[in-house]
T-cell receptor, first 112, second 114 residues
Framework: GNSVTQMEGPVTLSEEAFLTINCTYT??????LFWYVQYPGEGLQLLLK?????DKGSNKGFEATYRKETTSFHLEKGSVQVSDSAVYFC???????????FGAGTRLFVKA | KAGVTQTPRYLIKTRGQQVTLSCSPI?????VSWYQQTPGQGLQFLFE???????NKGNFPGRFSGRQFSNSRSEMNVSTLELGDSALYLC?????????????FGEGSRLTVL
């Protein structure tokens, strides 16, 4: 079945450091891929998405590229801020599957 | 445009009781999904509804049930509560029929079972 694997956290970085959170997936067909973010006490919100191979999703300085050959969708940001501290979830959805599958989540702490 | 609204936000129940959680999707969205979030298991898919029909269901016991009304509002019910049912229950809506688009989440209903 479909699955998503992302690196375990927590990840602790200093402000302005480079961020990478790894995400790999297993899926049949051609899923859409997503990164969601969850701030403390809130529900999840979409950070970025990519719907086909080689697409790059980007938002708020975050980027991720849909790599079909390596079945990966790693999240990157060149310079993190304290306000980026949150839990990040990688996810996939297949047409007709009627569900989105999430990775376990990676907690990010950014220190001033 | 109002977001996804979940009620109640917090509730405490005891073992053996039942609970009903409500979700109002974004206006115009016809798909509603439910997830259980716990520290140990992460986000687990419960079920998805579209136009009052359940299209997919996760691996949860029959104590977990749901339904969707004609106005797209949805409810989920958990009967005979167990301690392990303590979790944040998240509802998400989307507009797409194919369910490959963005999910819009509510803030969740935090259930504590004592």
């Amino acid at each position: 079945g479909n699955s998503v694997t992302q690196m375990e956290g927590p990840v602790t970085l200093s402000e302005e450091a480079f961020l990478t959170i790894n995400c790999t997936y297993t899926a049949t067909g051609y899923p859409s891929l997503f990164w969601y973010v969850q701030y403390p006490g809130e529900g999840l919100q979409l950070l970025l998405k990519a719907t086909k191979a080689d697409d790059k999703g980007s938002n708020k300085g975050f980027e991720a590229t849909y790599r079909k050959e390596t079945t990966s969708f790693h999240l990157e940001k060149g310079s993190v801020q304290v306000s980026d501290s949150a839990v990040y979830f990688c996810a996939l959805a297949n047409t007709g599957g009627f569900k989105t599958i999430f990775g376990a989540g990676t907690r990010l702490f950014v220190k001033a | 445009k109002a977001g996804v609204t979940q009620t109640p936000r917090y509730l405490i129940k005891t073992r053996g009781q039942q609970v009903t959680l409500s979700c109002s999707p974004i206006s115009g969205h016809r798909s509603v999904s439910w997830y259980q979030q716990t520290p140990g298991q992460g986000l687990q898919f419960l079920f998805e509804y579209f136009s009052e029909t359940q299209r997919n269901k996760g691996n949860f016991p029959g104590r977990f049930s749901g339904r969707q009304f004609s106005n797209s509002r949805s409810e989920m019910n958990v009967s005979t509560l167990e301690l392990g049912d303590s979790a944040l229950y998240l509802c998400a809506s989307s507009g797409g029929q194919g369910q490959t688009g963005e999910l819009f989440f509510g803030e969740g209903s935090r259930l504590t079972v004592l």
